[in-house]
């Protein structure tokens, strides 16, 4: 699975303003219920729900919350990267700038967590995150993001 699958340009954020993680999760549920036809509280709703059960903050700046949602016809990425840090509750007690933020249809079963892996192997790249946090065009971000898996292979 390649992050192409789940996500277009129009699900990149360049410069997302938020001042908290429930500020950041709402802009982000605004814009995921754009992109899916979902109404933005549910998928609000989802995961606030899913930050009640443990922070999806996973450190190093990187916060990947997710969720599923009943009647989603696939699995959605967005991607945000934030104008300023914030505190996202993470591991490591480090603020947040990057997020990406995963739905799927209840269904998704493996695929999920196939998502979930991809996501996680893409922003435990500490260089291609530095990439990510120097670029501020969305056409670009979209680019690093979608690079084949076999091209950041170590």
Do not use: W
């Amino acid at each position: 699975m390649e992050i192409s699958d789940l996500m277009t340009t129009e699900g990149v954020v360049s410069n997302l303003r938020a001042t908290s993680k429930k500020h950041a999760l709402q802009e982000l549920a605004k814009r995921a219920a754009e992109l899916s036809g979902m109404h933005e509280r549910a998928i609000f709703d989802v995961l606030l729900e899913r930050e009640r059960l443990g922070t999806t903050g996973v450190g190093n700046g990187i916060a990947i919350p997710h969720g599923k949602l009943p009647n989603l016809d696939r699995l959605y990425g967005l991607f945000a990267r934030l104008e300023n840090p914030i505190d996202f509750d993470s591991i490591d007690e480090q603020p947040v700038d990057l997020i990406f933020l995963l739905l799927a249809p209840e269904s998704a079963g493996a695929d999920h967590l196939k998502a979930l892996a991809r996501v996680s192997r893409l922003l435990r790249d500490k260089n291609g995150c530095k990439k990510l946090r120097g670029t501020d065009s969305a056409e670009a971000l979209y680019a690093l993001l979608t690079q084949p898996s076999t091209s950041r292979a170590a």
